[in-house]
């Protein structure tokens, strides 16, 4: 199992968003996400504006909740080299969503953001052969301490599908998600609002890697 280390870009700037990202590919981040703030804000260019000046593989985080071909098509034609699904999203929009990537070479994550039942959404998804499986505390519920813990121990001796931990991850605690299974570590703030985000970023690596 290779862990990697990807990093969240949340912030709405697309400048700020290839300044902080230069640092943390110099880290040695495995994986670039155009966060939600920023797509929203910036566009669907701001994918392609990323991985064109940033070269590592990218994940635009879309939370598609529908028109699951349409969207997904939209980040895959502009360079996205995975896509995430909101769990709570229908069947046909995670298969759509899946369809696409297939065609393109790429992968779907499903978030499970919001989720209560994450054994039942984890059977939903099982037969849809997705590529992540991701479980995240939302950003408030981050704030204030909570971890996603708890539902990735509900599935890590289960899952067949590889598990990525999101959700207030930082160097203090980031040990406690080193689980069987989990194979992406989704850090923001921890690295983006660092002194130092290329420092930092080789730090939490170095956590992950064991080394």
Known sequence: MKRRLQVALDMPSIDEALKIGRKTVEGGADIIEAGTPLIKKEGIS???????????????????IDFGRTEAQFAFDSGADYVTVLGSATTKTIEE?????RSC???????????????????????????????????GEAVEG??????????????KIPLGVAGGLDAENIGRALLPGVEVFVVGGAITQARDPAAETLRLKGLIKGV
């Open 46 to 64: 701001a994918v392609r504006r990323l991985k064109r000046e940033l070269g590592v593989p990218t994940m635009a985080d879309l939370k598609i």
């Open 97 to 101: 969503a899946v369809d696409v990537a």
């Open 105 to 139: 070479g790429g992968g779907i994550a499903v978030d499970l953001i919001g989720v209560y039942d994450v054994i039942a959404s984890y059977n939903h998804v099982l037969p849809l052969k997705i590529d992540y499986l991701y479980l995240q505390s939302g950003l």
């Open 146 to 159: 909570k971890m996603p813990l708890d539902d990735v121990k509900k599935l890590f001796d289960v899952s």
